[in-house]
């Protein structure tokens, strides 16, 4: 799998240019492989975003979905067969938010759009077929990062937080940064570019608890619902991620936590070349129509 990523022959991130990194994640998009039974675009409140429903069903489940990409690249077309793979191992409904990019849309651009769009998935439940009462907050990498601030703020109930492979600590200064700082697709420096980007405006800095939400007040963590917090081996967010658990956990949340041996960051987007990227959006799935049955 690295090979192959290596062939294509991108830069470094640090050497890159936001638009050009977009540019080539474009080029690269595959055609979804996952059968889903209804996605639609619509306007969540003033912010794009993508519904995904398992079946025509009324008073579904309703996952508020931000993907990955370091707050500067992804997209919903991006994750379009994740959120695919998600909606049917759930029998939920997704709403996957296209929410403003960095280094155009700075922080707290991003972190509002993903609080509008989760108010308005709360408010226009019923018009979605999904049910208010049954709201799971969600996403990858950075996307889990604003999902974990989000379920901190708490701007609508929530039962369940699905964050994978999240960034918690802007700080970037946990060992797994040196450990695996280079060969596994995202690297040390390929964060802190995107940190720096995601934070130009000037407006934060990394020990901002809305931008690390690892370092929320106690009562912040206590407040948030249950949480399925997913790692990765070769993965420089791994420390944070379990440390982030294991803040939840000691705040008194319920908090399961995979890990994945051998699998790097990222690896849930590749699941038709991984079988562990298949069966972590299985466990996903099953995860979230548990808590939100």
Not at 122 to 145: C, M, Y
Not at 170 to 181: D, I, K, M, Q, T
């Amino acid at each position: 799998m690295l090979e192959l990523i290596t062939a294509y022959g991108a830069p470094p991130l640090e050497d890159d240019t936001p638009a050009a990194a977009r540019a080539r994640r474009q080029a690269r998009l595959r055609p979804p492989t996952e059968p889903i039974h209804d996605r639609r675009d619509l306007d969540a409140g003033g912010v794009p975003a993508r519904l995904y429903r398992p079946n025509d069903d009324d008073g579904l489940g309703l996952l508020v979905y931000f993907h990955g990409g370091g707050w500067v690249l992804g997209s919903v077309d991006g994750h379009d067969n994740l959120c695919r793979i998600l909606a049917n191992r759930a029998g939920a409904a997704v709403l996957s938010v296209d929410y403003r990019l960095a280094p155009e849309h700075p922080f707290p651009a991003a972190l509002e759009d993903a609080v509008a769009a989760t108010r308005w998935a709360h408010a226009q439940a019923g018009e979605l077929g999904a049910d208010p009462q049954r709201l799971a907050i969600g996403g990858d990498s950075a996307g889990a990062n604003l999902a974990a601030v989000v379920a901190q703020l708490a701007p609508v109930p929530l039962r369940f937080q699905l964050l994978l492979y999240p960034a918690t600590d802007l700080r970037c200064g946990r060992p797994s940064y040196v450990e695996h700082a280079d060969g596994y697709v995202l690297t040390s420096a390929g964060v802190l570019w995107f940190v720096g980007h995601y934070l130009s405006g000037g407006q934060s800095a990394p020990d901002d608890p809305l931008v690390s939400p690892i370092l929320a007040e106690d009562a912040a963590l206590r407040a948030t619902p249950s949480a399925l917090v997913v790692t990765a081996e070769y993965d420089p967010l791994r420390d944070e991620g379990w440390a982030y658990a294991d803040r939840l956990r000691e705040a008194g949340v319920e908090v399961s936590t995979v890990h994945y041996d051998s699998m790097m960051h990222g690896f849930m987007s590749l699941s038709d070349f991984l079988d562990d990227g298949k069966a972590a959006l299985a466990l996903a799935g099953h995860a979230l129509a548990d808590a939100l049955a």
